[in-house]
């Protein structure tokens, strides 16, 4: 049974991953500041260490917290048609069970779609496929020692390997090592090779285009800074000229200046003269 502390601190971890993906960060380092104030150093490492999932696992979590009988129930369906393909359930009706599961999934699947785009995040085909796939690994795996659970996945999760299958299956405890796999793509198809050969000459095709235009577009800006260029050492000529025109007829302008005072300088002489 938990001690109080540990309890608390579930429930602080809980609300996390109630939160959005915005908040969660953010929440998550105040709370470990807060637990490590408090002198519980251990739980804030482990709270600093948790993990911001991705959307499709968020939604996941969300689905949980929305409903936790839920995901428990689809868990279940599966649980019972594992039961009935192997023999361990008799007279089992598996087409029913397979019906129930796929129902229980499509309501599931449209749950998190309204719950991604409420939030703001895309519900694209690929997102939603991630949200298919950790909710079909949650039910292969369902409540086996060891097995990841919904309401804190940090990971979209991949559908369990031939191993984790057959230990689902045995009954055996799942490595913790396998309890949260980062989701991997499929690699794309090979591409036919004349394909890609022909796509490749487009390409040069496209390139060697693009260079003759910046080549034409170089030289016609090449014409224009020369014209520029003719037109601004004109300019300077002419500016040149006009300031030793304008030098010579100030000159000029000094000496007949100078003429005109000696001229009434003498101009006084000769009537002072006279009288």
């Not at 600093?48 to 936790?68: C, E, F, G, M």
């Not at 009935?84 to 129930?100: H, I």
């Not at 991949?158 to 793509?185: H, N, Q, T």
């Not at 050969?197 to 260079?211: D, H, I, W």
Request: aromatic share 2%.
């Amino acid at each position: 049974m938990p001690t109080k502390g540990r309890a608390d601190l579930d429930a602080k971890i809980d609300a996390l991953f109630r939160l959005s993906l915005a908040e969660f960060t953010s929440a998550r380092n105040a709370l470990a500041a807060q637990l490590k104030k408090e002198g519980r150093a251990a739980d804030a490492e482990q709270v600093k260490s948790l993990t911001k999932p991705p959307a499709p696992a968020w939604a996941v979590n969300q689905l949980h917290w929305k409903d936790p009988k839920a995901i428990d129930q689809l868990a279940s369906v599966a649980e019972r048609i594992r039961k009935a393909q192997t023999g361990r359930s008799k007279n089992a009706d598996v087409r029913g069970l397979l019906d129930e599961k796929k129902q229980r999934m499509a309501e599931l699947m449209e749950q998190a779609s309204a719950i991604l785009g409420d939030a703001g995040h895309a519900a694209s085909p690929d997102v939603l496929r991630r949200v298919s796939a950790t909710l079909e690994s949650l039910a292969v795996w369902g409540k086996t020692e060891g097995a990841p659970k919904a309401g804190r996945l940090t990971a979209d999760l991949d559908p369990p390997g031939f191993e984790a299958l057959a230990a689902v299956m045995g009954g055996a405890k799942i490595d913790s090592s396998a309890k949260v796999l980062a989701f991997r793509k499929a690699k794309p198809p090979a591409e036919d090779p004349a394909v890609a050969r022909k796509r490749g000459r487009e390409a040069v095709q496209t390139a060697e285009k693009a260079l003759r235009e910046a080549n034409r577009e170089a030289e016609r800006a090449q014409g224009v800074l020369a014209k520029a260029n003719a037109r601004m050492e004109a300019a300077e000529a002419r500016y040149i000229e006009a300031k030793e025109e304008a030098r010579a007829a100030s000159s000029e302008a000094r000496n007949a200046a100078q003429a005109v005072a000696d001229a009434e300088r003498s101009l006084a002489r000769a009537k002072a003269a006279l009288e």
